[in-house]
């Protein structure tokens, strides 16, 4: 019984840790992919329509950031930890009924 919550824990935990270095990964992509676009930008120059000094390259970092903190929220709240409180509640009420037919 020990070894069975050791086990499913120790699975929570290293997916948990797969989560993180996945978001991290995306994060640190994000920011130099995002750093070379602001450059590219800048170095070409203002063609007279820009926004914040900036022609184009607002419009993919807002896009991506956008995913990227999504990304962010369900790695700081992962849903699988609600899932598995409430399929534990769920189970617990069922074998209260059955115990209370039998």
């Not at 995913?67 to 700081?76: E, N, P, Y």
């Amino acid at each position: 019984m020990v070894t069975d919550q050791h086990d499913r824990a120790m699975e929570r935990a290293r997916t948990r840790a797969r989560q993180l270095r996945r978001f991290y990964g995306s994060l640190v992509t994000y920011v130099l992919v995002c750093a070379l676009l602001l450059v590219i930008d800048l170095a070409t120059g203002s063609s007279g329509d820009t926004f914040i000094g900036l022609n184009w390259a607002y419009w993919p970092i807002l896009g991506w950031g956008v995913f990227v903190l999504m990304h962010g929220v369900r790695v700081a709240f992962p849903a699988s930890d609600w899932e598995e409180r409430k399929a534990e509640e769920l189970y617990q009420k069922e074998r209260q009924r059955e115990f209370e037919h039998h």
